[in-house]
């Protein structure tokens, strides 16, 4: 839960004056040009309202900002984005295959809705959802984790439609070792390209 990233209001003036509900957002975390965000502030933001957990999830997701004019899109598009979220928490399969359609366009890749899904409790067919973003792709092509080979073919054009794969298998082995599913994604998203087979082999 202590799991923190940085930010800088300077990094999102550009987007500061345009929106009303973004700029009142700002007004209110930003004592101090730097604001830190834990994965507990992301919970309880999402669980208090729906805009102040958007905004606080992309300053932790993204804390240099979005890539070209992601964010402006998303603020563009916040009330549908709102409307198509704001619905029963325990999805289908084709709940999720349709909202991943409505979101298309609106700035929301499959990056981001998860960290969405994720923080705002979301389950799809009972699966916790979880974090899927490059960095943890590319986690999983490697092959130090055996235990995740049916993933290893997830790539950044197949990800949204792989999603549920990941989640059940990510279930799956988290329950073999008696741990959680999101301890699991933080294990390799932290140390999963840091980590390197040992050569050492026991004589015993």
């Given at each position: ?6 930010t ?10 345009k929106?009303?509900k973004?700029?009142?957002y700002?007004?209110k975390?930003f004592?101090v ?6 994965r507990?502030?992301?919970?309880e933001a999402a ?5 102040e ?24 598009s916040?009330e549908?984005i709102y409307?198509l979220l704001?619905?029963?928490k325990?999805?289908r399969i084709?709940?999720?295959?349709l909202?991943?359609?409505?979101l ?6 499959l ?17 916790q ?9 590319d986690v ?9 080979t ?10 949204a ?6 989640l059940?298998?990510m ?8 741990f959680k ?16 087979p ?7």
């Open positions: 839960m202590e799991h923190s990233f940085a800088k209001q300077t990094t999102w003036q550009r987007e500061y004056k929106h009303s973004f700029a009142r700002c007004d975390v004592v040009n730097t604001l830190k965000l834990s507990e502030d992301l919970l669980n208090n309202d729906f805009y957990g958007l905004f606080s999830i992309i300053f932790w997701g993204y804390p240099r900002n979005m890539r070209g004019n992601t964010f402006g899109k998303i603020l563009d916040l549908e409307s704001s619905r029963p325990e999805l084709q709940d999720y295959n909202l991943t359609k409505q298309n366009g609106k700035g929301v890749g990056s981001t809705l998860s960290k969405i899904l994720y923080f705002f409790r979301f389950t799809i067919e009972g699966k959802c979880l974090i899927l973003d490059r960095r943890i792709i999983l092509n490697t092959k130090f984790f055996s235990e995740l049916a993933l290893r073919e997830i790539t950044a054009l197949n990800k439609e792989r999603y549920f794969d990941y059940s298998t279930e799956e082995v988290s329950k073999s070792y008696s599913s999101d301890q699991l994604e933080l294990f390799l998203f932290l140390f999963g390209n840091s980590l390197k040992s050569a050492f082999v026991s004589n015993d």
